[in-house]
């Protein structure tokens, strides 16, 4: 993927919705969801402007899974 605003924008675009839904699922926290993307989707951008990347949207649900797995061990290690 070659890192360019127009590409990372389609990207954006096409997967906001999936990923805010996908995070949510796990953390059950709006506005954690929209942070956990927004911290995936600039994990993303950092990757492919160093490297080509063949399955962005791989990388990106990889990515948006292992932050909201590490929130909910940070969340439950804070309540107990």
């Known amino acids: 993927m070659n890192p360019n605003i127009s590409?990372?924008?389609e990207l954006y675009d096409a997967y906001y919705t999936k990923s805010f839904t996908f995070a949510k699922s796990y953390v059950q926290?709006?506005?954690v969801a929209e942070d956990i993307v927004a911290e995936?989707?600039?994990k993303l951008w950092k990757i492919t402007s160093e490297k080509e990347i063949d399955?962005?949207?791989a990388l990106l649900f990889t990515t948006l899974r292992n932050r909201a797995l590490d929130y909910l061990?940070?969340?439950?290690?804070?309540?107990t």
């Open 7 to 9: 590409n990372f924008q």
């Open 29 to 31: 926290d709006h506005m």
């Open 40 to 42: 995936s989707f600039i």
């Open 55 to 57: 399955y962005p949207q």
């Open 73 to 79: 061990r940070q969340h439950t290690l804070r309540h």
